[in-house]
C-alpha cells in the first residue's frame, strides 16, 4: 500500500477532514492533499535518486583523481630513478637530441655510464648505454632519446658536437664517480 493511501485511511478512520489533520499536524490543506497524492513520495525519490547519483559521480571523479596521480606518481619515480621503459611511456616527455663523449675502446663494451649534455651549458645526466668499439678519433655520439630511454646512439665526428664550445674545451670522456657527480638520478618533474 502507498504512504499516500495510508495518511487518507488513518484520517478517515479517526473522521478527520483533510483541514482537521492540517490543523493537528501544523501543515496547510494543500500538504496533507499531496501527501495523499503521493507527491512527497515521488519527491523523495527524486531526491533519493539524485543523491545516488551525485554519490556514484563524486566516487567515480575520486577514482579518476587517485588513478591520475598514482600515474603520475609512477611518472616522477622513473623519471627521477632513470627507469628506462617508464621514461619510454611518459607521455609527457619528447624526443630529443642530445650529445655525449664516450670511452675509446677496441673491443665492445657492456652497458657504460656517460654523461649525456642537453644543452650548451653542460646541463644533463648519466645514463648507461651499450657501446660498440670506439676509435680514439672518432669518441663523440649524438644520442636520441626520451628522458633516460636512449633510442638510438650515433658515433660522429667532433666538429658535428652540438653545442658550441670554447677553445679550450676538449670533449673528453670522463667515467662516472658516485662521490665526485652524485647519485645517478634525474628531476621528480615527469614533465620534462
Same mark, same amino acid.
Given at each position: ?7 487518507? @485511511? ?10 482537521? /489533520? $492540517? ?10 492533499? #499531496?501527501?495523499? @497524492?503521493?507527491?512527497? &513520495? ?8 539524485? #543523491?545516488?547519483?551525485? #554519490?556514484? %559521480? ?7 583523481? &587517485? ?7 609512477? =611518472? ?8 628506462? !621503459? ?5 607521455? +609527457? ?26 644543452? $650548451? +651549458?653542460? @646541463?644533463? %645526466? ?11 678519433? @672518432? ?11 636512449? +633510442?638510438?646512439?650515433? =658515433? ?6 652540438? !653545442?658550441?664550445?670554447?677553445? !679550450?674545451?676538449? /670533449? ?18 615527469? +614533465?620534462?
Amino acid at each position: 500500500m502507498e504512504l499516500g493511501n495510508v495518511i487518507k @485511511n488513518k484520517r478517515n478512520k479517526l473522521q478527520l477532514t483533510q483541514e482537521q /489533520l $492540517a490543523v493537528k499536524l501544523h501543515v496547510s490543506r494543500q500538504t496533507i492533499s #499531496k501527501w495523499e @497524492n503521493n507527491n512527497v &513520495v515521488e519527491k523523495i525519490s527524486q531526491d533519493v535518486t539524485g #543523491k545516488k547519483k551525485y #554519490k556514484r %559521480f563524486a566516487i567515480t571523479l575520486s577514482i579518476i583523481g &587517485v588513478m591520475t596521480l598514482s600515474f603520475l606518481g609512477l =611518472l616522477s619515480y622513473g623519471h627521477h630513478y632513470q627507469k628506462e !621503459y617508464i621514461d619510454l611511456i611518459n607521455p +609527457f616527455l619528447k624526443t630529443e637530441t642530445s650529445y655525449a663523449v664516450m670511452p675509446i675502446t677496441n673491443k665492445p663494451i657492456p652497458k657504460k655510464d656517460i654523461y649525456i649534455q642537453n644543452d $650548451a +651549458f653542460g @646541463n644533463g %645526466f648519466w645514463q648507461k648505454v651499450y657501446a660498440g668499439i670506439i676509435e680514439k678519433d @672518432n669518441h663523440w655520439a649524438m644520442v636520441s632519446h626520451k628522458g633516460s630511454y636512449v +633510442f638510438s646512439l650515433k =658515433l660522429i665526428d667532433k666538429k658535428y658536437w652540438g !653545442y658550441p664550445r670554447s677553445k !679550450y674545451e676538449t /670533449l673528453t670522456y670522463f667515467p662516472y664517480d658516485a662521490r665526485g657527480n652524485g647519485p645517478r638520478t634525474s628531476s621528480w618533474n615527469p +614533465f620534462h
